[in-house]
């Protein structure tokens, strides 16, 4: 019963992280506006002048603004960051207080700092695992645009487009593509201080906890490697740690030893008691097919799940990749049957 209260209490606290998350962004877009006016400016005065103009100087001048930029960007985010994971902290300790009977420790606050700026996540990118910083993060989304808006620009240029053409194409990466990159550097940041923060809790309290159980969101835009792992256990801080894509919603909820447990727990409200599996197949064909349609050959995959009785852990390999439809048809040939694809 204490498991099912601390699943239900940290599966509505992503959905609250979810909702943080956007209004940092709110508060962090301004240092991207400027970005967008200032490059148009400068653009703009260049105009008069532009075939003629110092390309190599511009393009150089552009990229400063953008690196300008980045960096206050990254400096709003870093500090917001570490409020957070000083709530965070705060969070797990008056959760778990309601569980256990153990007087509990909070990490040194002058250790969250530094928790914040080397906190690593372990993205699927490509199908291969890359570890990062929220900084290596920032940078790998971010240093694409600039090179993209250089060779607009420079091909703009040469082509001799029109001024305004140049300027829409600009807006285009600056305005839309940024932002939304810019997004999902915030929304997967927090996700990777909260399990950071979450993870110095569970150090400082190292008695108190023996396994963490990995709980993804149940909706339609949970991908297959995260409701694989749904309802799986793990010996604290082993295995995949969450965030493990971009925008991931998915966390690992830490369980305390069993001789640790309150009794009273027991009466503790509760929630949610089931996987991501039991979620799927309780939902109407309409949730399903919406589900699988997101990932290539979904309706395959659909008939191997629901027809040929295979969970969504047995669609994705060791690495989390999805498994192609030969791979799944040689390991799994009765459900490959079953399915009649």
């Excluded at 008056?94 to 914040?116: D, G, H, M, N, R």
């Excluded at 490509?126 to 929220?134: H, I």
């Excluded at 949730?287 to 799940?305: V, Y």
């Amino acid at each position: 019963m204490a498991e099912r209260f601390l699943v239900e209490s940290f599966t509505r606290r992503q959905v609250f992280l979810q909702r943080l998350a956007n209004g940092m962004w709110e508060d962090l877009r301004p240092s991207l506006d400027k970005i967008l006016t200032e490059v148009q400016t400068r653009l703009r005065l260049a105009d008069t002048e532009i075939r003629q103009h110092n390309l190599t100087q511009l393009l150089r001048d552009l990229q400063e603004v953008i690196d300008e930029g980045q960096s206050e960007f990254d400096a709003g985010l870093r500090e917001r960051l570490v409020e957070f994971a000083e709530e965070e902290i705060d969070f797990s300790e008056q959760t778990y207080s309601q569980v256990v009977t153990e007087p509990l420790q909070k990490p040194e606050e002058s250790s969250i700092a530094p928790l914040v700026a080397g906190a690593t996540a372990g993205l699927l990118i490509g199908g291969a695992t890359q570890r990062m910083t929220n900084s290596q993060m920032s940078n790998r989304l971010f240093s694409p645009i600039g090179k993209e808006v250089r060779s607009t620009i420079s091909t703009g240029i040469i082509s001799q487009i029109a001024f305004g053409q140049l300027l829409t194409r600009v807006r285009q990466k600056l305005g839309t593509k940024l932002p939304n990159l810019a997004r999902t550097v915030v929304a997967t940041s927090l996700n990777n201080v909260s399990t950071a923060a979450r993870g110095a809790f569970v150090t400082a309290n190292g008695l108190v906890f023996g396994e963490e159980r990995y709980v993804a969101v149940l909706d339609t835009r949970t991908t297959l490697r995260c409701a694989g792992l749904d309802g799986e256990i793990f010996p604290v801080q082993t295995g995949p740690q969450p965030p493990i894509h971009y925008n991931c919603r998915s966390t690992r909820v830490p369980i305390p030893r069993s001789r640790f447990i309150d009794p009273n727990a027991a009466n503790l409200a509760v929630g949610r008691n089931q996987t991501f599996q039991q979620f799927l197949n309780s939902q109407p064909q309409s949730f399903q097919n919406e589900f699988f349609s997101k990932f290539s050959n979904g309706a395959e995959l659909q008939s191997l799940a629901l027809q040929g009785g295979l969970n969504v852990n047995q669609l994705i390999d060791p690495s989390g990749a999805q498994m192609s439809l030969p791979e799944l048809r040689q390991k799994y040939p009765i459900a490959w049957e079953q399915a009649n694809i």
